[in-house]
């Protein structure tokens, strides 16, 4: 049994990007390994934007494994489930992150949403329902910060709300586990105002995949 606090860990917003390379296959395979366009720059460690005609694979933010000239491992991303992964149908393209910028001053956060829906139904001749699992609703995560629109983080969460792109967000544990995630960022920047209480600001996650998590 392991207990551990997020005491420590750290936030951070990807800054700047690579340019689009195309992938042109990723293999059915734990890890799925991608075909990329020769010259694609991308390293053993570089974590990347995938975009994939896979609907469980796109939008993720992932590491890479060893590269091999054009292949490039998909670290921790498991595509031998064909009846989710259909061969042949997780062509696409990958970015990767070049630059990140923390976001300090974190007071607390809340996650939202996630949970399992499901279709009940009863049949005629039975005497109990029985449910199936559906979708999943939207999930997200709220991070108040300490209002200062000086740190740079602020700044960057703040273009993320205007231009509406998403953004891939890294957070770091004191273990060195990473969690990534890909979202759409929202400030809200009007501070709270309570007596005796540190200002503060609401920086919203918006998630558009579900996170991917290293050990290490």
Do not use: C
């Amino acid at each position: 049994m392991a207990i551990s606090l997020p005491n420590g860990a750290l936030v951070a917003i990807a800054a700047t990007y690579g340019a689009s390379v195309t992938m042109s296959a990723v293999s059915n395979a734990d890890p799925g390994v991608a075909t990329l366009a020769t010259g694609h720059g991308i390293s053993t460690g570089d974590i990347i934007e995938v975009t994939s005609g896979w609907s469980r694979l796109t939008d993720k933010i992932v590491r890479a494994g060893t590269v091999a000239a054009q292949d490039v491992p998909l670290e921790g991303i498991d595509t031998t489930l064909t009846s989710i992964y259909p061969a042949l149908g997780g062509t696409g393209s990958v970015r990767e992150i070049l630059t990140w910028t923390q976001l300090s001053q974190i007071l607390q956060s809340t996650s939202s949403g996630g949970e399992q829906n499901f279709l009940e139904y009863q049949l005629l001749e039975a005497d109990a329902a029985k449910r199936i699992p559906t979708f999943k609703s939207p999930a997200g995560l709220s991070l108040n910060i300490a209002d200062d629109p000086t740190l740079a983080g602020y700044i960057l969460a703040s273009e993320a709300n205007d231009d509406r792109l998403p953004r891939a967000v890294r957070i770091t544990l004191p273990s060195g586990a990473i969690l990534l995630y890909n979202a759409y960022l929202s400030l809200n920047k009007t501070p709270s105002l309570t007596v005796n209480e540190i200002m503060a600001v609401e920086v919203t996650l918006s998630l558009l995949a579900e996170p991917v998590r290293y050990a290490s």
